[in-house]
């Protein structure tokens, strides 16, 4: 099969997934309020409870917007892959999942479409957060607004991957959105996307050493570092490593000969 089918593939099943997010928007708007909330209210409870203590809340305040900025934009990203992962029940529950896969193309590559087609999505919600957050006066060096790119790539990859995975796992819809619960709020909560490592040390060692061992929290480190125009290695390696293996339980899970749909019975 020529290059340029598989080209036409891509565009194809990316193009439909922005379609699909361009008609949707109260999507755009629930992704958007999630993580502002976040940054007006808890922020600025934060400060509130530092100005006891603080000589100068204010900056503090400051610093802890610019902190967890990079944690917010995770959130935008996992909420968003566990979302597509939710559609993608949903079109496989209505046939049209079932469609996409017959096609003649690897299975494994139609899979890899989908995940980019999401990753773009989040990506773009990503930068209308950043330009809202820049307005409001948490900003970053604009070199650094093009360093996540990569990161966030990865990061998208990554929690779309680990929700493709999860899919496999569940039949009906509506089991699958409590799933999303139960995955999204501890991968976000026992991370250092709200609180450096250090400081939930101080706190429970427990909950470190849970947050040390979750790959999100590498996620958030990566695009924490690369907003700031550096490279976190270590971060990096985990969170490509990480997303390597669950997309490759992803791809084996939809697999109909061998992974959990053969199984269940296939598509």
Known sequence: MRVGAYWHCMRGVVGRELLRFVHQRSRFIAALVRPLVWLFVFAAGFRMALGVAMIDPYETYIRYEVYIVPGLVGM????NGMQSSLSMVYDREM???????VSPFPRWYLLICKLLASTLVSMVQVYVFLLIAYLYGVQA????YAYILPALLVTGFLVGALGMLLSTFVRQLE?????????IFPMFFLSSALYPLWRI???????YQIASFNPFTYAVEMIRFA???QLN??????????????????????DPARGMLARKGGE
């Open 76 to 79: 935008i990203q996992l909420f």
């Open 95 to 101: 046939g049209s999942m079932r469609v996409l896969l």
């Open 141 to 144: 060096p604009l070199a650094g």
């Open 175 to 183: 089991n699958f959105a409590g799933i999303m619960n139960f995955v």
């Open 201 to 207: 040390r101080e706190g429970s060692y427990l909950v």
């Open 227 to 229: 907003l700031y125009e």
């Open 233 to 254: 290695l270590t971060a990096s390696g985990i969170a490509l490593a990480t997303t390597v293996v669950l997309l490759g339980l992803a791809i084996w899970g939809y």
